[in-house]
């Protein structure tokens, strides 16, 4: 079983900076892809980035050239830096892994809000 813990979520203002982390723990299994993704009020979860095992890293077009993904290997964690944070930023961020057993596992997510 693979446990994912997501921290750093929280309430700031337009145009402030956020950073989110996720640790995966549990039995042995291999990383292929970790990611986060998130869910506003309403609306069906969506991508917000994703990066391969090898580095590869794809960013959702709303987010790009503000959030930036990155992860450790060895500590098998992966971060989410989000600069100038717009409200429609706003909602519940999850950390996401795709194990090379094509096996899905998800964090509780921890909430983004940005507001005035």
């Known amino acids: 079983q693979v446990q994912l813990v997501e921290s750093g979520g929280g309430l700031v203002q337009p145009v402030e900076s956020l950073r989110l982390s996720c640790v995966a723990s549990g039995s042995r299994f291999n990383i292929a892809v970790m990611g986060w993704y998130r869910q506003a009020p309403g609306k069906e979860r969506e991508s917000v980035a994703t990066i391969t095992s090898g580095g590869s890293i794809k960013y959702t077009d709303f987010v790009k050239g503000r959030f930036t993904i990155s992860k450790d290997n060895t500590k098998k964690t992966v971060d989410l830096q989000m600069n100038s944070l717009k409200p429609e930023d706003t909602a519940v961020y999850y950390c996401?892994?795709?194990?090379?057993?094509?096996?899905?596992?998800w964090g509780r997510g921890t909430l983004v809000n940005v507001s005035s």
């Open positions: 996401n892994v795709l194990a090379r057993s094509l096996t899905n596992y």
